[in-house]
């Protein structure tokens, strides 16, 4: 009896310990393009074997479909572009607040909503372009500034549609009120020298051909144009800078009040606002960290720094309709 009950304890301690073999996957709803979120993606999973379910869509759709996901089935993390898509999924109900100390220290205030329902993980500046052969830098000023006279005939802007520009818009009432932003659109309009384009690189073209001298585009944009035709009469101009700052926006994130691994969630979003992340994060689309002590890459480098704009981004989501429907009685379409 004593031989047979050793020889079942050794077959017991022999037998491996059996261990999951199926490692967490996150279902992650993008706005952003597979291809500057794939590369994050992969080195989170390298380093933790965390898998993704990668969902990806224009932001509007997306958070539709994160409507009926809440009906049919889970999602864990939604990351999108502009702080106005991301107040729009806090007012929805999407998101839950994160209680992170991680994310509170390395994410700055105005790039995070006050209640941690998002953090921004990168920033992009939404600032002016111009035609080197057609004006000097001394010429320019602020957004305001495009408004005068002076610029009649001058000017290109991209269409009041994209978000981007109506959350300028928003914090252009923010800063000045509604009467004051109104007076300024309205300038915009009177000064342009085509219709407003589709898109920030078809407002580039039109200045890099000299249809007219300055636009207004996100940075990114002008990287892009700038590697593909480096000989393009082209430069970037701070605006504001002795004002407001740079009109600064945020592509960025939060936990989904629908996910089923809220921990593992909470942990990859952290994970987005260290060093290694957020250089990865940021150079992918040529934006500019979130964190001040991780620089940008060098061809964003080489654009100078600026002073951005202070204000709480929250603002661009809480005052978009009112942006929006100013835009449209000021003719700006």
């Not at 915009?188 to 636009?215: H, I, Y």
């Amino acid at each position: 009896m004593k031989k047979l009950a050793l020889a079942l304890l050794v077959l017991l301690v022999a037998q491996p310990v059996l261990v999951s073999a199926d490692p967490t996957t996150l279902t992650l709803y993008s706005s952003r393009k597979a291809h500057l979120i794939e590369p994050v993606l992969e080195l989170y999973t390298q380093q933790t074997a965390v898998q993704f379910n990668l969902h990806t869509g224009k932001p509007g759709p997306l958070l539709e479909r994160l409507d009926a996901a809440g009906k049919n089935g889970g999602a864990d993390v939604l990351l999108t572009v502009d702080a106005g898509n991301l107040w729009h999924a806090a007012e929805r109900g999407l998101l839950v607040p994160i209680d992170s100390e991680v994310l509170a220290q390395s994410v700055p205030p105005a790039l995070r909503d006050p209640e941690n329902h998002w953090f921004g993980f990168s920033r992009r500046a939404r600032t002016l372009a111009y035609n080197t052969e057609k004006l000097s830098p001394d010429e320019l000023s602020s957004y305001e500034d495009l408004a005068d006279p002076k610029w009649r005939g001058r000017l290109c802007l991209r269409t009041s549609k994209k978000v981007y520009n109506q959350s300028l818009v928003a914090t252009l009432i923010a800063h000045h009120g509604e009467e004051k932003a109104e007076e300024i659109v309205k300038g915009w309009v009177a000064n342009l020298a085509a219709e407003p384009f589709s898109n920030d690189t078809k407002a580039l073209q039109a200045v890099a051909m000299g249809r007219c001298d300055v636009t207004i585009v996100n940075n990114y944009y002008f990287g892009r144009l700038m590697r593909k035709e480096p000989n393009l009469k082209l430069a970037l101009f701070w605006p504001n800078q002795d004002s407001q700052g740079v009109h600064v926006n945020v592509s960025g994130g939060g936990l989904l009040k629908i996910s089923p691994n809220p921990g593992e969630a909470k942990a990859f979003l952290e994970w987005l606002a260290q060093p290694e992340a957020q250089g990865l994060f940021a150079e992918l689309n040529l934006e500019y960290p979130v964190r001040e002590d991780v620089p940008p890459a060098s061809a964003v480098q080489a654009w100078g720094k600026f002073r951005g704009d202070s204000l709480n981004l929250v603002e661009a989501g809480r005052l978009q309709a009112d942006a929006v429907r100013l835009m449209d009685r000021a003719g700006y379409r």
